[in-house]
């Protein structure tokens, strides 16, 4: 049998506090047509069971935009050059 006695826990470094990811989250909340229990992301629902959604408006933070996507083939969401 051995002599020495391991310390039980091991000593560990404490983790990083989380920081909130930088991408959509997903969120829950109850339908407003049903009352079922539903999940969308960043506060936009839709109800499988009875095809309620809100309003893309009443998300917690702002859509992109297309000029947004730097890999858009709409020639549009580009900013126009400026010739002056």
Not at 6 to 31: H, N
Not at 44 to 67: D, F, I
């Amino acid at each position: 049998m051995s002599t020495s006695r391991r310390i039980w826990p091991p000593e560990v470094e404490p983790l990083p506090a989380l920081m909130p990811a930088d991408g959509p989250q997903i969120t829950a909340s109850e339908c407003r047509g049903c009352g079922s229990r539903i999940a969308g992301l960043d506060g936009r629902y839709a109800c499988g069971v009875c095809g309620w959604s809100n309003h893309w408006s009443e998300g917690h933070r702002e859509l992109p935009t297309a000029a947004d996507d730097p890999t858009t083939e709409n020639h549009l969401a580009r900013p126009e050059p400026d010739h002056g």
